[in-house]
């Protein structure tokens, strides 16, 4: 079955620097859009980032020139590079998928288990 794996969350001071790596395992038939999504303490998820199979991006305005997204198809990874990390980016990160598992099945949303991120000031 298809599954999404996280790694790369931990502890840092602010102005460090973290990557995080997602992995998709099963067999699939392609992946359309991936992103990251966070979800901090007491408040709702929301979507840190998202890349197109084409390569579009397009970010949450809190992390632009911190944050860089990048994908390898082959590979079916999906990456985070977080720079320059806040008290405020302190959360659970997700990544999130758009695949289609087996030819003429519609696309279906998958989500990793999340890893955490903290960053103390």
């Known amino acids: 079955q298809v599954q999404l794996v996280e790694s790369g969350g931990g502890s840092v001071q602010a102005g460090g620097s973290l990557r995080l790596s997602c992995v998709v395992s099963g067999t699939i038939f392609s992946i359309n859009d991936m992103g990251w999504y966070r979800q901090a303490p007491g408040k709702q998820r929301e979507l840190v980032v998202y890349?197109?199979?084409?390569?579009?991006?397009n970010y949450v305005d809190s992390v632009k020139g911190r944050f860089t997204i990048s994908r390898d198809n082959a590979k079916k990874t999906v990456d985070l590079q977080m720079n320059s990390l806040k008290p405020e980016d302190t959360a659970v990160y997700y990544c999130n998928a758009e695949i289609q598992r087996v030819r003429g099945l519609l696309a279906k949303t998958y989500w990793g288990q999340g890893t955490q991120v903290t960053v103390s000031s």
């Open positions: 890349t197109t199979s084409g390569g579009i991006t």
